[in-house]
């Protein structure tokens, strides 16, 4: 499979041996194979992987010293057909001094050798008694026994191309108040790997994981680090063997603590997506010109495999849903979000009413809770919300039934008001035959609904609650001037997928009736009920047989907006995704109509009402989104 701008990264910690160079070397090779044979593009070991990072003294000792660069030129040579990078570090005597060094081997070349920057010289560490720090090096090359000369810095980055680069720093150098990685991603890095040894003490492992997901995220990269297990010497101190791999901010790989068996964790990361990310994150290329960036030095690469699996890939077939850890917590900061939103809009307009249509369905509901949670907040009874239930010639009795049952548990203002009569009405003046099923019979009917609201405001002094959702307004899923217009729109940058989740989470905290109607209107299927139900009263206008599953137009939506994923791309993360659950020509059939659809219909996001922002994606005109009306979408035809 083509890699699609993923690359598999994989961080390893061996078995080891305190000063046992060969059976370090020996250790490390067998890891290096079986990264291979799951083919990684990329390995890191721990710091000084070659010795043990726990040789005190030892270090001084030329024996561990040429041992070491014996073991290196040994490891490149076993190494040599695998096509793959790997980090390996040792100690290594440079002008006299010795320095604590990653070296990158490639193909059997050393490529590059990166020096430990930060050396930590308090408590149980006193690195500097045998090491000296990269500031100190005076040479930008060297000969290397067996390699020829090898660039050697903290200014290297190492590339493949337009999507694969990465740059190494060393252990403590995360700690650093500017950690080299900081420069190195502002110069192109996408990938950090840090060989590191840190002594395990209680919640050391909590606050490092901490830091490679905060390090991660600044960078808009993926970060990798492996430190020294259980192998290491234990007179002072034990070493836990942590190993993490984050992207962009979140760990997508982690291996366990004090194993005793050499570990290999990997993962599949899209560096194009964090290519994508840098391009239109303002923050990260301003802080290119405000940093006074030292160049850097570029280590072409030898080619690599660009087949990719994706077996350890994390691609969430729900993106904008909370994971379950903190499901909760998530979904009371959206309400609160859309809460405090629409009572900042309350109290500038000084409406004494709120005035929403509410059909049964998903949005209408969440919409109205959300406005139950507003009159709280200003200490208003929630008789002061209008709530307006309208059938139609769609209407079904579960959705009626739904809506009524909702608005008599929440107490708030009730008022029924059928529309049949006011649109055969509308139907004569324009002429129509109310028996064609077309779009001007649904329309008529959708206009009707928020002209009726829209005096209804007027008359009480309130103002219209829209509830259309995100993944309506990503599809153009609405009646342009109808249920697409309203005074302030709770929903907006709400996908579909998520308020389902935000509504069980209201449903948990809810009293049992409240809770059971909640839970009906999560079951229903999704319809705008414009076209008349079937002969037993049951819906048979369903919108995901005709559009395709929101599932699919959520997935797309967001890696469409927020990485800019071509089409290509779209369908193969689907199918990944949503392996079993839908075929590739459903999937198929659902991106073409998203990527149709979001084109033609730009008009309708273009002139969409006001509304909060509740997650990273919006596709508001005066925000997030700013598209021509009339931009051709024939390039990303599927």
């Known amino acids: 499979m083509s890699t699609y701008g993923y690359y598999r990264l994989a961080a390893a910690t061996p078995r080891v041996r305190v000063a046992d160079v060969a059976f370090n070397t020996s250790e490390l090779v067998a890891a290096t194979r079986e990264a291979a044979r799951q083919d990684a593009h990329v390995v890191l070991f721990p710091e000084l992987c070659l010795t043990g990072a726990s040789c005190g003294d030892l270090f001084y000792h030329s024996h561990l010293q040429q041992g070491a660069l014996r073991a290196l030129a040994h490891y490149a040579s076993e190494t040599a057909r695998l096509n793959m990078l790997a980090v390996v570090s040792l100690p290594l005597v440079v002008e006299e001094g010795v320095y604590n060094v990653a070296a990158v081997v490639q193909g059997g ?124 010497s234990t007179q002072d101190a034990v070493y836990a063997g942590q190993s993490l791999i984050a992207d962009n901010g979140q760990v997508v790989a982690e291996g366990r603590l004090f194993s005793r068996e050499s570990e290999i964790i990997y993962a599949d990361v899209d560096l194009q997506r964090l290519g994508a990310a840098r391009c239109s994150e303002s923050s990260f290329n301003e802080c290119r010109a405000l940093e006074s960036l030292a160049p850097v030095r570029r280590v072409q690469v030898g080619k690599l495999d660009k087949r990719c699996d994706l077996a350890y890939a994390s691609i969430p077939a729900h993106p904008f849903v909370p994971a379950a850890g903190e499901m909760a917590s998530r979904c009371e900061e959206i309400l609160s979000i859309q809460t405090a939103a629409l009572v900042k809009r309350m109290e500038h307009t000084h409406a004494r009413t709120l005035v929403i249509g509410i059909s049964g369905g998903l949005d209408s509901t969440l919409a109205l809770l959300v406005c139950v949670r507003a009159c709280r907040v200003l200490n208003l009874p929630t008789t002061a919300i209008l709530a307006v239930t309208m059938p139609g010639f769609g209407t079904t009795g579960r959705t009626y039934n739904n809506a009524v049952a909702m608005m008599k548990l929440l107490g708030v203002t009730f008022k029924e008001i059928n529309i049949k009569e006011s649109c055969l009405l509308q139907f004569g003046d324009l002429d129509f035959d109310p028996s064609l099923r077309t779009s001007t019979y649904e329309n008529v009917q959708a206009r009707q609904r928020t002209a009726i609201l829209m005096n209804l405001a007027n008359k009480s002094g309130g103002m219209v609650v829209g509830t259309g959702d995100l993944s309506e307004i990503a599809l153009g899923w609405s009646t342009y001037n109808g249920d697409h217009m309203s005074m302030y729109a709770v929903n907006c940058s709400v996908p579909k997928t998520l308020i389902r989740c935000l509504l069980t989470h209201e449903a948990r905290h809810a009293d049992a009736e409240l809770a059971e109607t909640i839970q009906d209107v999560i079951d229903t299927p999704v319809s705008p009920e414009l076209l008349p139900p079937a002969d037993d009263g049951t819906m048979e206008q369903k919108t995901e047989d005709i559009l395709g599953p929101y599932d699919l137009h959520d997935f797309f939506l967001y890696h469409f907006v927020k990485y800019g994923a071509e089409p290509m791309k779209l369908r193969v993360l689907a199918q990944l995704a949503f392996a079993g659950e839908y075929s590739e020509r459903e999937i198929g059939r659902t991106l073409e109509i998203f990527l149709r659809r979001f084109f033609q219909q730009q008009f309708k996001r273009s002139c969409m009402p006001d509304g909060p922002k509740v997650g990273t994606i919006s596709l508001s005109p005066r925000g997030d989104w700013r598209m021509p009306t009339d931009a051709c979408g024939e390039l990303w035809k599927p």
């Open 109 to 232: 070349h050393v490529l590059g050798l990166v020096p430990k920057s930060v050396l930590p010289n308090c408590r149980d560490a006193y690195e500097r008694r045998q090491f000296r720090p990269a500031a100190e090096l005076r040479v930008k090359e060297l000969e290397l026994p067996g390699f020829g000369m090898v660039p050697i810095g903290t200014d290297l980055v190492f590339c493949d191309g337009a999507d694969f680069s990465f740059a190494v720093e060393v252990a403590d150098d995360l700690w650093a108040v500017v950690p080299p990685s900081s420069r190195l991603a502002l110069q192109g890095a996408r990938v950090i790997f840090n060989a590191a040894a840190s002594t395990a003490v209680a919640g050391g492992a909590g606050y490092c994981r901490s830091l490679v997901c905060q390090q991660s995220a600044r960078c808009l990269a993926a970060y990798v680090y492996a430190a020294a297990g259980v192998g290491e």
